[in-house]
């Protein structure tokens, strides 16, 4: 039970909120969904040699995934303020793990490339269960909720990489989109039976909401926040994606399941980050992602000693992960708050910046890295982690506004 004293009235309300249950379904395919789109990072050396495409544009084949995401983000997503959203997730899952079944039986590299485009477009499935869960949440819990939930993209990025590291060594590349596919089917079930109805109120039109979306990048906050997604995950594409190569090379020459052990360091940093959304609930939102985008910067440092040190490298790869995670959720629940009429629209608009800035990271990391090497790809990466921090400096006067909720200005909470 929670009091809320608001004026001078003290009402007695009873807080339903999400269970759970539901919490870790939707997280679970979050993670799901978005390794769909990164599981070939660890892997894109053996996947370049069997489809035959050459090491300077292996990244495409996570890039791929990344345009297709950019597709469903804008024509997509919208749809979760208009229809169902239990429905859109059971229909993405289904088409994810169709376009995974491509991928998996690919007989050539563009064969690949189309199954990872389509898996990628629906692969939005993220963004309309974040909304989902945005609307089940009571306001003084959003950021908390959204930690949990969101905490599956991060773990799905980088607990992916250890499976597909481990399931290529034993079976093969192919073998992992074989898994994710038959695990995206399967929570398309699990949807169905255990997740409640959302139905829309259907108020505006798909058409509406569409120039809703493209009107957002008018707006001071909304713009700021997306311009900090994209340098915040060109960077972290620029380490996942590129991190793979050096590795497999001498002085390490290690293979694609000790590479994929790396991302329980990725892990240790993003769940590290799990308080981010209780101090965003607190009002320091906009402090979060200022402090975390310098952490960002600061863990380039690290990870450019790559090609003597791994000690130094997993201490890198931890603070990129930790700021990473601690920056996306301060960011989400700072749009949730501001735009709450819209969760769905706004999360696909912002997400629009997350895939343009990791499709940016994964490619120009591999070319670079074919003529400058790994201290070329660290240098890439610090700057994209430079620019989100004058991105963020830049913009403190408006965010400042949005990050206090309205619910911390007229209420005063006590459990």
Same mark, same amino acid.
């Given at each position: 039970?929670?009091?809320?004293?608001?004026?001078?009235?003290?009402?007695?309300?009873?807080?339903?909120?999400?269970?759970?249950?539901?919490?870790?379904?939707? =997280?679970?395919?979050?993670?799901?969904?978005?390794?769909?789109?990164?599981?070939?990072?660890?892997?894109?050396?053996?996947?370049?040699?069997?489809?035959?495409?050459?090491?300077?544009?292996?990244?495409?084949?996570?890039?791929?995934?990344?345009?297709?995401?950019?597709?469903?983000?804008?024509?997509?997503?919208?749809?979760?303020?208009?229809?169902?959203?239990?429905?859109?997730?059971?229909?993405?899952?289904?088409?994810?793990?169709?376009?995974?079944?491509?991928?998996?039986?690919?007989?050539?590299?563009?064969?690949?490339?189309?199954?990872?485009?389509?898996?990628?477009?629906?692969?939005?499935?993220?963004?309309?269960?974040?909304?989902?869960?945005?609307?089940?949440?009571?306001?003084?819990?959003?950021?908390?909720?959204?930690?949990?939930?969101?905490?599956?993209?991060?773990?799905?990025?980088?607990?992916?990489?250890?499976?597909?590291?481990?399931?290529?060594?034993?079976?093969?590349?192919?073998?992992?989109?074989?898994?994710?596919?038959?695990?995206?089917?399967?929570?398309?079930?699990?949807?169905?039976?255990?997740?409640?109805?959302?139905?829309?109120?259907?108020?505006?039109?798909?058409?509406?909401?569409?120039?809703?979306?493209?009107?957002?990048?008018?707006?001071?906050?909304?713009?700021?926040?997306?311009?900090?997604?994209?340098?915040?995950?060109?960077?972290?594409?620029?380490?996942?994606?590129?991190?793979?190569?050096?590795?497999?090379?001498?002085?390490?020459?290690?293979?694609?399941?000790?590479?994929?052990?790396?991302?329980?360091?990725?892990?240790?940093?993003?769940?590290? =980050?799990?308080?981010?959304?209780?101090?965003?609930?607190?009002?320091?939102?906009?402090?979060?992602?200022?402090? =975390?985008?310098?952490?960002?910067?600061?863990?380039?440092?690290?990870?450019?000693?790559?090609?003597?040190?791994?000690?130094?490298?997993?201490?890198?790869?931890?603070?990129?992960?930790?700021?990473?995670?601690?920056?996306?959720?301060?960011?989400?629940?700072?749009?949730?708050?501001?735009?709450?009429?819209?969760?769905?629209?706004?999360?696909?608009?912002?997400?629009?910046?997350?895939?343009?800035?990791?499709?940016?990271?994964?490619?120009?990391?591999?070319?670079?890295?074919?003529? =400058?090497?790994?201290?070329?790809?660290?240098?890439?990466?610090?700057?994209?982690?430079?620019?989100?921090?004058?991105?963020?400096?830049?913009?403190?006067?408006?965010?400042?506004?949005?990050?206090?909720?309205?619910?911390?200005?007229?209420?005063?909470?006590?459990?």
């Amino acid at each position: 039970m929670t009091y809320l004293l608001i004026g001078s009235k003290l009402q007695l309300n009873e807080v339903v909120g999400i269970n759970g249950r539901t919490k870790l379904l939707l =997280a679970v395919i979050c993670g799901v969904a978005v390794a769909s789109v990164y599981a070939g990072q660890p892997v894109l050396g053996q996947m370049g040699l069997d489809l035959g495409v050459p090491v300077d544009t292996v990244g495409w084949f996570v890039a791929a995934g990344q345009l297709g995401y950019l597709v469903g983000l804008i024509l997509l997503v919208p749809l979760g303020d208009l229809l169902d959203r239990r429905r859109l997730i059971v229909l993405h899952l289904v088409l994810v793990a169709a376009g995974l079944a491509i991928v998996a039986v690919a007989p050539a590299a563009w064969v690949a490339f189309v199954g990872l485009a389509l898996a990628g477009v629906f692969a939005v499935v993220v963004q309309t269960a974040v909304a989902y869960a945005t609307a089940l949440s009571v306001p003084f819990e959003r950021g908390r909720n959204l930690g949990i939930v969101t905490s599956g993209v991060v773990i799905g990025i980088l607990g992916g990489r250890i499976l597909a590291g481990f399931l290529a060594d034993i079976w093969g590349w192919r073998s992992i989109y074989v898994v994710l596919a038959v695990l995206a089917a399967a929570l398309a079930l699990l949807v169905l039976i255990l997740l409640p109805a959302d139905i829309r109120s259907g108020g505006a039109r798909y058409g509406v909401l569409l120039r809703s979306f493209a009107g957002l990048f008018t707006h001071p906050v909304f713009l700021s926040r997306g311009l900090i997604a994209f340098f915040l995950f060109a960077s972290f594409g620029a380490l996942w994606s590129g991190m793979a190569l050096p590795l497999t090379d001498s002085p390490w020459h290690l293979s694609e399941t000790q590479i994929g052990l790396f991302g329980i360091a990725g892990l240790a940093g993003a769940l590290g =980050a799990a308080r981010a959304g209780r101090w965003a609930d607190s009002g320091y939102a906009n402090r979060v992602t200022g402090f =975390a985008l310098i952490v960002l910067l600061a863990s380039w440092f690290a990870i450019g000693q790559l090609t003597w040190s791994l000690v130094l490298l997993i201490l890198g790869v931890i603070l990129l992960d930790f700021a990473v995670q601690a920056v996306h959720v301060s960011n989400q629940h700072i749009l949730t708050t501001v735009y709450a009429d819209r969760v769905s629209t706004t999360i696909g608009a912002y997400m629009v910046f997350y895939s343009l800035g990791s499709a940016l990271g994964a490619a120009a990391t591999t070319a670079l890295y074919a003529t =400058a090497g790994w201290p070329g790809s660290a240098f890439l990466g610090a700057a994209f982690a430079a620019g989100g921090v004058v991105t963020w400096a830049l913009s403190l006067r408006t965010a400042t506004r949005a990050t206090r909720p309205d619910y911390l200005r007229e209420a005063t909470l006590s459990r």
